[in-house]
């Protein structure tokens, strides 16, 4: 386990026990930093080129951008940071062209508790952003702009030997903690956020007794009533798919970057920490 430093929490990366840094011979590099939700914000950037001088890390890299953008620091220790599409370790080697991330806790994401593991542009216009099939034939991970047909998703998995079928659809509610919403806008590191959607179905398979799941989550501006996330999983018993559906979401809500901010009457706020959820 990566050890702890500065006002960074634990971050892992891919590239961990491969070679020793090697250092351009201009002795600098230049990198793709990609901010988000708050970070957006707080940066007044969504997308930088930065150049880093010398032998990089995760963690010079992350204390860098600190530097140049010191706003961020109000986020203390909750702040997260990917390389390459992945949660960075701090010895993490990073390379001239690599795209680095800035992001707060995920919309619903616990800030003590952030994501450990090793192996692990906001969005405009469009429909389908990302659709792939994993573990199974019939599961499927999706981000869309379009209205969510929830019927169409749970049908979906609804399989011959399958025994149950259980969906959960989350949706925009009008009212939280006595302020009235007038409409949610949700944002997505997409590449990123896809791998993570792929990477939960994998382990929902591993951890319970499922014969398909799929995930789709809408981005964009959602109307109150309006579907943002719908999980269906098939079992050939109701209890495993019962179980693999409310992990899942918990799951989703912990480590998928995508982002909510509230829009009330009164005012706007991104949603963050363990208290918030995606509907």
């Not at 793709?32 to 080129?49: I, Q, T, Y």
């Not at 690599?98 to 593991?117: H, I, M, N």
């Not at 939280?176 to 993570?196: F, I, N, S």
Request: hydrophobic share 40%.
């Amino acid at each position: 386990m990566a050890e702890d430093i500065g006002p960074i929490g634990p971050i892992y990366c891919r590239r961990q026990g491969e070679s020793q840094l090697t250092q351009n011979t201009n002795n600098e590099i230049v990198v793709k930093v990609l901010f988000f939700g708050a970070a957006r914000d707080a940066a007044g950037h969504g997308e930088v080129d930065f150049v880093l001088k010398g032998v990089s890390t995760a963690a010079n890299a992350f204390a860098a951008v600190l530097e140049k953008y010191p706003d961020l620091r109000r986020f203390g220790r909750s702040l997260l940071f990917a390389v390459n599409q992945e949660y960075a370790a701090l010895d993490c080697e990073v390379h001239d062209g690599d795209e680095l991330a800035v992001f707060p806790p995920v919309s619903g994401g616990a800030t003590a508790e952030t994501p450990k593991r090793e192996d692990t542009e906001a969005l405009d216009t469009g429909t389908a952003v990302g659709s792939h099939a994993l573990a199974s034939t019939s599961d499927f991970f999706e981000l869309t702009t379009d209205t969510i047909d929830v019927g169409a998703v749970a049908r979906r998995v609804v399989l011959p030997e399958c025994g149950a079928t259980v969906t959960l659809d989350g949706y925009a509610r009008e009212w939280t903690r006595g302020r009235r919403t007038l409409y949610l806008v949700y944002e997505a590191y997409a590449p990123m956020a896809q791998r993570e959607l792929e990477r939960l179905g994998r382990e929902a398979h591993e951890r319970f007794d499922i014969a398909h799941i799929g995930i789709v989550h809408r981005i964009g501006r959602l109307e109150i009533g309006e579907t943002s996330v719908v999980i269906a999983v098939s079992a050939p018993h109701r209890r495993a798919a019962f179980e693999a559906c409310e992990w899942a979401i918990r799951e989703l809500k912990r480590t998928v970057p995508i982002w909510k901010k509230e829009i009330f009457e009164d005012g706007e706020v991104w949603v963050e920490g363990e208290d918030s959820i995606k509907s």
